[in-house]
């Protein structure tokens, strides 16, 4: 059966067909391509331009230098699984059920995940043919239902949860001399292998290898990622490379061993930054570099706990698991040559906020789920002042402290009270660490931070807890 018929064609059909499809073309290739990398468990004092005196970042300080850094700017959350979600939604985690009061994260007896009915960036994208693929780690849910292939990207390589899950507690106990040891200095941290850990190597919906070499997963991650740009770069698309690193356990490749004048975390971090320069590379090779938007961050401040091995957060009170600053501002640094001009941005701005950004700058309507996500493009492309003026920081499913302007205030962790108390207000323009209490000296802010307090938590509806699901 022929569905369509031969008919003859003028020269003047011929030309008229051509400029269409060339003004086709043309309009297709005008939509910048987006990568998004998304470090794990990286603070904010981790990379030189952030102030950090033995690590060396030349790739993430010339991306610095030639484009935008936000100085504050937040993941929304600080603990890896409802980061993430918040981050391909738009939405604060809790409206998914993806922040929970039994659970912080998913683990591999997890039972849920972001739920079908979300929308997220990739869905969002492909709606106006950008090709949409994802590389490292997805942390959102393991089983079919929700890995990354079901929520909107045409490709995906990595794993399906944190780098320490599925510890083979056998292996480590026998090479322990017959006991686990303490969680924080067993020698499965201090001396890691690879094979301490069954974690699942992916590609698509196939498990590959179980206890992949993690010295390689930070370069076998570049390599697919400059993979997917080489075989996309005739259209648009957006690209998220999640890196599993520098949470711990800690590994780098050969190359990097030693590498660092910060020791182990050091060399990681140093090897990250050596991988956004050869994605950097690439698109200049490629001829994409003007026509794609590259963002630089991390999905929640360092693991403190770990101490020489968990990273900083430089000036920032706080670290992973925090709702002080340390836990979720983040490094933010958008570049994109020839429409950002380089520049210090001091205003707010969230991950939240790349779903409402990247819809404007690929020429579509954010979806009206979106209700937690602003549009940067403004700041990013005029130098308007950013419409971010409030983040309201989450702990489990309550929040923990709200951001208002230059000031933040914490909430009494205990109290589910219509009026909760405050205990504690800081001006983070001239105390970013923290430290001096303002309550009685402002004390007129207060009653406006626990009026938004009260309207955010009228548009919280129940939904089910994804995380506790077992």
């Known amino acids: 059966m022929k569905l369509f018929k031969k008919t003859k064609t003028s020269r003047f059909q011929t030309l008229v067909i051509g400029i269409a499809l060339t003004a086709a073309a043309t309009l297709v290739n005008a939509k910048p391509n987006i990568i998004v990398i998304f470090a794990d468990d990286m603070g904010y004092g981790d990379m030189s331009n952030n102030g950090h005196p033995t690590i060396r970042t030349p790739h993430l300080d010339q991306m610095t230098a030639e484009g935008q850094k936000w100085t504050s700017f937040y993941s929304a959350s600080s603990v890896c699984t409802p980061s993430r979600a918040a981050l391909l939604t738009g939405r604060y985690a809790v409206r998914s059920g993806m922040e929970s009061k039994a659970y912080g994260v998913l683990f591999p007896d997890s039972k849920g995940g972001l739920p079908a009915s979300e929308v997220t960036l990739p869905e969002m994208l492909k709606e106006v043919g950008y090709a949409t693929g994802m590389v490292g780690k997805w942390h959102l849910g393991h089983l079919p239902e929700f890995l990354p292939t079901r929520h909107g990207f045409d490709s995906w390589y990595g794993i ?24 924080h200095t067993g020698v499965h941290w201090d001396e890691p292998k690879s094979e301490y850990w069954q974690v699942p190597l992916m590609e698509g919906e196939t498990i590959l290898k179980l206890a992949p070499d993690q010295t390689q997963l930070t370069k076998s991650y570049t390599t697919k990622a400059i993979d997917f740009i080489e075989s996309h770069k005739k259209k648009p698309f ?24 910060a020791g182990l975390y050091g060399d990681v971090i140093e090897e990250i930054d050596h991988s956004v320069g050869q994605i950097l590379g690439a698109l200049r090779e490629n001829g994409l570099a003007k026509n794609t938007l590259v963002v630089f961050t991390s999905d929640n401040g360092p693991w403190l706990e770990f101490k020489t091995k968990g990273g900083i957060a430089g000036p920032l009170r706080g670290g992973k698991f925090d709702t002080y600053e340390g836990g979720m501002r983040e490094p933010g640094i958008f570049w994109w040559p020839g429409k950002i001009k380089p520049a210090i941005i001091h205003d707010i701005g969230s991950t939240l906020d790349f779903m409402a950004t990247f819809a404007a700058i690929a020429g579509l309507d954010a979806p009206e789920a979106a209700v937690d996500s602003y549009d940067l ?23 923990e402290a709200l951001r208002v302007g230059s000031f933040k205030v914490h909430f009494d962790r205990d109290a589910r009270s219509a009026k909760p108390a405050i205990t504690a207000c800081y001006n983070l323009d ?22 938004r307090l009260q309207q955010h938590r009228a548009t919280i509806e129940p939904v089910e807890d994804q995380l506790a699901r077992r």
């Open 160 to 183: 399906p949860y944190s780098n320490d899950m599925e510890l083979d507690r056998p292996k480590v106990t026998e090479l322990n001399g017959g006991s686990l040891g303490q969680w």
């Open 238 to 261: 957006f690209l998220y490379l999640a890196h599993s690193m520098p949470h711990v356990p800690l590994f780098r490749s050969k190359d990097f061993e030693d590498f660092s004048a």
């Open 377 to 399: 493009s403004g700041t990013l492309l005029q130098g308007e002042a950013s419409p971010r003026k409030e983040l309201f920081y989450y702990k489990s499913t309550h929040v």
């Open 430 to 451: 001239h105390d970013p660490g923290e430290n001096y209490d303002l309550r009685e000296s402002q004390a007129h802010l207060l009653s406006d931070f626990i009026q």
